[in-house]
């Protein structure tokens, strides 16, 4: 009887440290949501999601056009790099059982780990220096560059879990290897691999360092791919680092804002793979 | 009669694990063989051989023949993509496609290699032939996964039909299944002999009795003994034939 006490004590003792740890890991989430609600709510009207910056002093403008070149830059990212990370999967999980699929793993394995900045150099290099401008262009490719390893290594764990057995059935009924890869397997696939997209989507929307240097900042509306082009975040980071405390307000506002599109996107994942599972 | 399937000193492999041993044997057109022994004995890698399934598993190898109707399945100009659609199988555990209908299902082996037709009356057709036809003909446009277990097995029977094969592989495809859906697809076996021939895999005695006209028994990779199910299960040759079918090990 004694130790079963014992037992019960412990028991409840655990559950409570491991709750007390559960509410201090919440602690700085709550209180970054709290700062941004509170202080972003106020300026948040319906011209600040449609019209232009307005200058220093003046009062009203929004971030129209950062929140429509932060979707245009990342629009350009997905049109590059899902292919490129989708069909790296499908080739790593289908044919990757070899020396070479070991190395492309380790490739993306280092290159998720790259920081950010660099990625942002690297678009710099390649594309703004020998454009002479910086563009969407640029900004798009440096998050392709960010989201094509996370994306391979997701879709290839999400088609192995594809079972054997339709694989088989395919095969069994004379289909080819490359049509049951692509019209099966992947298609069996397909939702865990959308909600996977939509999740590295929104870690991509929510990146600064890579856009600082490639698609630099604009403070009208831009459609054109080779010119540079606003975003939330850099507009968010202008807006900080600025002398003018009206600016530091529409910088919270700027950033409810980022945090309710990366929110929403993440939250379409979410329900998407739910609604898979059933 | 003529052979359909004709299999001459199969041996197979998974890597150094030698898992069929020179078998022999016949199966004469629109007769149903049964294979029966213990697990592990080589049953599955023996119909698997028949299709040029065993080949996809990595590290599996084989030497020997296996004819259909008198060609050479391994002959340089036998595409294996073309062979399956010719000699079709049916799983041990009911795989249909999850992302399609019932419809889509059955007509897959058309529709997922572009052959173009007419889907409905083809799926009308192999639903009737598989049993299933009466059940579904009012929800085809419903998920395959909707089903239940004996249905989506009869259903993967239906998606085997529709290619049109003349020889039907089937690994213990009533194992999964309770008395009536077993009974159901027992009986589906008999009539399908009229059209084609059929080698069915089974752990069950009285299963591989009532369906087949010839049976064989495989142990440890070996086939022990071939012949006419009545005389294999009465008066076998082989007395490991005997302890099996009797029930003495296995």
């Known amino acids: ?278 | 009669m003529r052979p359909k399937v004709e299999v001459r000193s199969l041996n197979a492999w998974f890597k150094a694990n030698h898992a069929l041993r020179n078998v022999s044997l016949t199966v004469p057109a629109n007769t149903v063989l049964a294979i029966i022994g213990p697990s592990g004995c080589g049953k599955t890698t023996f119909v698997r051989c028949l299709n040029r399934m065993h080949e996809l598993v990595p590290g599996a190898c084989q030497s020997g023949n296996v004819l259909v109707d008198g060609q050479d399945l391994h002959a340089r100009r036998v595409d294996p993509v073309n062979l399956r659609r010719r000699v079709g199988m049916v799983f041990q555990r009911a795989n249909p496609f999850p992302t399609m209908t019932i419809f889509d299902n059955v007509v897959a082996g058309l529709k997922l290699n572009g052959v173009r037709g007419d889907y409905p009356a083809l799926v009308e057709k192999s639903l009737r032939q598989a049993a299933l036809w009466d059940e579904v003909k009012d929800r085809l446009r419903q998920s395959a996964v909707s089903l239940s277990g004996g249905q989506q097995q009869r259903l993967c029977i239906a998606r085997a039909l529709a290619v049109d094969p003349e020889v039907l592989l089937m690994d213990e495809p009533a194992s999964a299944l309770d008395p009536i859906a077993t009974a159901r697809i027992e009986e589906l076996i008999r009539q399908l002999r009229e059209s084609l021939t059929i080698v069915i895999v089974t752990h069950n005695m009285q299963q591989a009795a009532r369906v087949s006209d010839s049976t064989a028994f495989f142990y440890m990779g070996e086939l022990i003994e071939h012949g006419p199910t009545e005389q294999i299960f009465t008066n076998p040759r082989e007395s490991r034939t005997e302890d099996y079918v009797t029930g003495k090990f296995g």
């Open chain 1, 1 to 278: 009887m004694n130790s079963l006490m014992a037992r019960r004590a412990v028991n409840w003792i655990m559950t409570g440290l491991c709750g007390l740890a559960l509410a201090i890991a919440l602690l700085p989430l709550v209180s970054l949501l709290w700062l941004v609600i509170s202080r972003g709510l106020a300026g948040l009207s319906w011209s600040f999601f449609t019209a232009l910056p307005a200058p220093v002093g003046e009062t009203g403008g929004g971030v129209g056009n950062a929140i429509a070149g932060t979707l245009y830059i990342v629009g350009i990212a997905c049109l590059i790099g899902v292919p490129f990370g989708v069909g790296a999967g499908v080739y790593l999980a289908e044919r990757g059982d070899t020396r070479l699929g070991d190395g492309i793993r380790f490739i993306a394995e280092v290159l998720s780990g790259v920081p950010s900045i660099v990625v942002g150099i690297v678009a710099y290099g390649l594309v703004v220096i020998p454009m002479r401008r910086f563009s969407a262009l640029a900004g798009g490719v440096a998050l392709a560059v960010l989201m094509v390893p996370t994306l391979a290594r997701s879709t290839e764990e999400l088609i192995r879990l594809v079972p054997h057995e339709l694989r088989e059935a395919s095969l069994a009924l004379g289909v080819p290897q490359w049509r049951t890869s692509l019209r099966v397997v992947l298609r069996t696939a397909l939702g865990g691999i959308m909600t996977a997209i939509l999740l590295t989507v929104a870690r991509a929307a929510g990146e600064t360092a890579p856009l600082l240097f490639t698609s630099l900042n604009n403070q009208y509306w831009n459609w054109r791919a080779d010119q540079p082009t606003a975003s939330l975040t850099v507009q968010i980071y202008n807006y900080a680092v600025s002398p003018y405390a009206e600016w530091h307000d529409r910088a919270w506002t700027s950033a409810l804002i980022l945090l309710l599109l990366v929110g929403s996107l993440a939250l379409a994942g979410r329900l998407l793979s739910r609604r898979r599972v059933r």
